[in-house]
């Protein structure tokens, strides 16, 4: 199935919290293409999170709205489906019992549930580890089974929030090779939030850059770079010192302008 | 692979574990013998080990003893399987209706606190001399604590997994069934293990109180019949069934659970 477009519609988000409200995304505006890959970089606490949350349905958005392929979103939705940092597996049940999750919920029949299992089960190359249990698995073969997990589910939108954080370097760049390769097949739309501006260029057909709290788009760079591309192509290379410089200038102006 | 020489161990490993439990049982027996022997009482108020020992032999071969556990853990099996079901279902609505569960949390805590014993006149006046009174015993005297525990499991699901099912789709019951259930399963093993033993205690005292057969019939006819030495071979015996079923049971599952859950692994 065809990636959908998003439209992201002068959305906002306050949170009401101890210290009182914090202001954590204002007036983001966004119009993706079907099946476009858009990676978000920004300084921590810039609302990135938030950003996914709201197009998951996961939070209500202050103000503003979100559409796919021009209807509002409203609520969760197996259509957008968002991979975690740390893929949140669920530890009861083993890789393929992961994987069928949401087959399940949407009452998918067991004959067609199983194909599509075991399809992406292969995609992302776990076969032999289809009956391991959670805890037996490693760090980057945790988040294939959550890539599986929502893939499987045939999203219109793939939300990922920081999945490669927590990994270390050389399994992370295996994983953006990993993420790429999928991208292609499944030409899902992908929102994918980092911290990291590397990973961002590597993967984004364009790169949205946050501003310090609140969030508010910067800069969006284009990025079209022959893929699968590595952080060494100089086209990425680039990508990475521009989008550089429009963070740096954001912290700087971040530290002189506290809140 | 590593799994035979694990089973191997074993044996010797839980015969070690044993060995604090034993010497407790020897030092106490030794101070039984002793307090005995030095005759501080009279010996018929204080029977020593061996009486005690042949008591136990005499009632166990006259079948009292197997007759009164097969009744006493056959009423235990239904009031506490009925207490956990009904005890879940309140626990669940509580945590599904939060209003509900705010609302009704305080009297279940203060009924959780309530003497279970203080509920037999008022089961003997409902529902006579009779079976279904003991069952009811033991069903209000669990019910509230499986509720509270239950409850406070169904609380400490991880939010990042509700999180993720949500957004795959799951929500309301099938949320709570299908990811808040499993996930708290090491905490509700617990819950089955508090709601056992108050249903145990509720259950032993109603019997000593109006019960014809039964463990705690055994033990107030020894004493209406000032036999000191069988009161005390069934409260051992009850003694040992409560460990036991507490060590089997409970311990196994829990294990079990925390092991295929890949929860911390102490053996």
Not at chain 2, 134 to 152: H, K, P
């Amino acid at each position: 199935m065809k990636g959908a477009t998003l439209k992201l519609v002068s959305l906002g988000k306050t949170f009401e919290g101890k210290t009182g409200v914090v202001e954590a995304l204002r007036d983001i505006n966004l119009t993706t293409d079907e099946g476009e890959f858009i990676t978000i970089v920004g300084p921590s606490g810039c609302g990135k999170s938030t950003l996914l949350s709201l197009v998951a349905g996961l939070e209500e958005p202050t103000t503003g709205w979100v559409e796919m392929d021009g209807t509002r979103v409203e609520g969760p939705g197996a259509d957008r489906v968002v991979v975690f940092q740390e893929a949140a597996l669920f530890p009861w049940l083993d890789v393929h019992g992961n994987v069928q999750f949401g087959l399940k919920v949407a009452g998918v029949p067991r004959d067609e549930r199983e194909a599509r299992v075991a399809e992406f089960i292969k995609m992302v190359q776990l076969e032999n580890f289809a009956h391991a249990r959670i805890h037996e698995l490693s760090g980057g073969m945790k988040q294939r089974v959550g890539l599986a997990r929502a893939l499987v589910l045939r999203p219109r939108v793939l939300l990922m929030d920081e999945p490669f954080a927590a990994l270390d370097v050389q399994i992370r760049e295996e994983m953006q090779v990993v993420v790429q390769e999928l991208w292609l097949r499944n030409a899902t739309t992908t929102l994918f939030v980092t911290h990291d501006v590397r990973e961002a260029a590597v993967l984004g057909d364009r790169i949205v850059v946050l501003s310090h709290r609140p969030g508010t788009v910067s800069t969006i760079l284009m990025n079209d770079a022959p893929r699968p591309r590595t952080q060494n192509d100089p086209t990425v290379l680039e990508q990475i010192r521009r989008a550089n410089e429009i963070l740096k200038a954001e912290v700087t102006w971040a530290d002189q302008h506290p809140l | 692979m590593a799994a035979p020489a694990a089973d191997r161990r074993r044996p010797l490993r839980d015969f070690v574990h044993l060995i604090p439990m034993v010497l407790v049982a020897v030092g106490f027996l030794a101070i039984w013998e002793a307090v005995v022997r030095l005759q501080v009482w009279y010996s018929y108020l204080i029977p020593g080990p061996a009486q005690v020992g042949t008591a136990l032999a005499e009632l166990w071969n006259r079948g009292a003893i197997p007759q009164s556990i097969a009744a006493t853990l056959s009423r235990l099996a239904v009031g506490f399987l009925l207490s956990l079901v009904l005890g879940s279902i309140l626990a669940l609505l509580m945590v599904h209706f939060r209003t509900f569960g705010k609302g009704i949390q305080p009297y279940v805590l203060g009924l959780q606190t309530f003497p279970s014993i203080a509920w037999v006149p008022l089961s003997l006046v409902w529902f006579g001399f009779s079976e279904a009174s003991l069952l009811f015993v033991t069903i209000i005297g669990s019910l509230f604590a499986v509720t509270v525990s239950v409850a406070d499991a169904l609380r400490t699901v991880p939010p990042i997994y509700l999180k993720a099912a949500r957004n795959m789709g799951s929500d309301g019951m099938d949320l709570i069934l299908r990811v808040t259930v499993p996930a708290t399963l090491p905490h509700l093993i617990s819950s089955a293990k508090v709601g056992w033993s108050f249903a145990w205690r509720s259950l032993v005292g109603a019997e000593v109180i109006f019960a014809t057969v039964g463990l705690g019939f055994l033990v107030e006819q020894g004493s209406e019949n000032a036999n000191i030495a069988q009161v005390m071979a069934v409260m051992l015996v009850i003694l040992v069934l409560g460990v036991v079923v507490d060590r089997v049971v409970f311990s196994r599952s829990q294990e079990w659970v925390n092991r295929r859950w890949g929860l911390a692994t102490t053996r």
